[in-house]
């Protein structure tokens, strides 16, 4: 698979985890690829934290407003009834408890379930943002990325970059499979077709539970 079908494969697939009415986060980068695969059938409210609830997809080229963009930056649409305001009210509607899942990327998680998805020491970095934030306040956390970074793992034993949050995530979806962080380690729950379990062993610092019932990748 090329950089564009890892991308496409990881979205749809992380898509599939939205239910009817759900309060969703999209984090920067993949992550906001995902409203173009939602089902039809699904309808949800996007939550932005730079103030927006009831973001749209990605617009056509040409048609971006400069007044509309997510917290990466990037232009995004607003759907009807959506509602603007200050990253304070923002805030408090993640830490409060009220939406119901983020999808974010990563540059490490690890067996416990710690995320490191903000700088690499010596590097320049923006910040945080509001990660810290969506990872303890959002009610379900799911890591959409890609499964190495330049053939190195990124699912470790052992997170060795500054942590973002401990703890927290609850299942990470690659190009290679889906994987559920439990208090016993992480399960290996779908697999790509093009992978075996040993492929996607060896690119995974951490040891893989093979779920019993293992399935393709939907």
Same mark, same amino acid.
């Given at each position: 698979? @090329?950089?564009?079908?890892?991308?496409?494969?990881?979205?749809?697939?992380?898509?599939?985890? #939205?239910?009817?009415? @759900?309060? !969703? /986060?999209?984090?920067? *980068?993949?992550?906001?690829?995902?409203?173009?695969?939602?089902?039809? /059938?699904?309808?949800?409210?996007? =939550?932005?934290?730079?103030?927006?609830?009831?973001?749209?997809?990605?617009?056509?080229?040409?048609?971006?407003?400069?007044?509309?963009?997510?917290?990466?930056?990037?232009?995004?649409?607003?759907?009807?009834?959506?509602?603007?305001?200050?990253?304070?009210?923002? #805030?408090?509607?993640?830490?409060?408890?009220? !939406?119901?899942?983020?999808?974010?990327?990563?540059? =490490?998680?690890?067996?416990?379930?710690?995320?490191?998805?903000?700088?690499?020491?010596?590097?320049?970095?923006?910040?945080?943002? *509001?990660?810290? @934030?969506?990872?303890?306040?959002?009610?379900? !956390?799911?890591?959409?990325? %890609?499964?190495?970074?330049?053939? /190195?793992?990124?699912?470790?034993?052992?997170?060795?970059?500054?942590?973002?949050?401990?703890? =927290?995530?609850?299942?990470?979806?690659?190009?290679?499979?889906?994987?559920?962080?439990? @208090?016993?380690?992480? !399960?290996?729950?779908?697999?790509?077709? %093009?992978?075996?379990?040993?492929?996607? =062993?060896?690119?995974?610092?951490?040891?893989?539970?093979?779920?019993?019932?293992?399935?393709?990748?939907?």
């Amino acid at each position: 698979m @090329d950089k564009n079908q890892i991308r496409e494969v990881i979205a749809r697939r992380a898509a599939l985890e #939205f239910k009817d009415g @759900d309060v !969703v /986060n999209l984090g920067i *980068g993949l992550p906001t690829l995902i409203p173009n695969y939602v089902p039809k /059938n699904v309808k949800l409210t996007l =939550q932005s934290e730079n103030g927006l609830l009831g973001m749209g997809p990605t617009p056509q080229a040409g048609k971006e407003d400069e007044n509309l963009i997510n917290a990466g930056g990037g232009y995004i649409t607003a759907e009807s009834g959506a509602s603007s305001f200050d990253s304070s009210r923002s #805030f408090t509607i993640i830490r409060g408890g009220h !939406v119901d899942l983020t999808v974010l990327g990563a540059m =490490q998680v690890d067996e416990n379930g710690d995320l490191a998805n903000w700088m690499i020491p010596g590097k320049l970095t923006p910040g945080m943002g *509001g990660a810290m @934030d969506l990872l303890v306040g959002a009610k379900k !956390v799911i890591l959409a990325m %890609e499964h190495t970074a330049k053939g /190195n793992p990124k699912i470790l034993k052992k997170c060795t970059l500054p942590l973002t949050a401990k703890g =927290q995530v609850n299942l990470i979806i690659t190009e290679m499979g889906v994987m559920e962080v439990t @208090d016993k380690g992480i !399960v290996l729950k779908e697999i790509h077709p %093009e992978f075996t379990v040993e492929q996607v =062993q060896e690119l995974t610092e951490a040891e893989l539970i093979i779920d019993s019932d293992l399935k393709p990748m939907k």
